[in-house]
């Protein structure tokens, strides 16, 4: 299990729990924790509703593909450190990462 903050739209901050070695996103986390993610495309880098900011722990991240960065860059909003949820997977890089929650349908 590794272990990672998420900040809401609001600011709070929370501290989530995720397994490691089972291949999930970092959109499947928030949305198991019932973050308003919406994620309509399930998963595709197409809809960029699970748009997150890395605030801390961007270092060891794998590097966004060129289909994240071309939906990135369609946002109205795009930050140095925004990132697709859904591209990033759960895995020991993502140790204490800081994570903002980034979503247009987020209220
Ligand atoms: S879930 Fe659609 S882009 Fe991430």
Redesign the pocket.
Known sequence: MIKFTVEDQEGTRQELEAPSDMGLSL?EILKASEYP??????????????HVEIVEGKAGLEKATDVELD?LENLPEYFPNSR????IRIGEQLEGAIVRLRGEDVV
């Open positions: 959109m993610v919406l994620a309509t495309c399930g998963g595709m880098a197409l809809c960029a509703t699970c939906q697709l949820a859904c591209q």
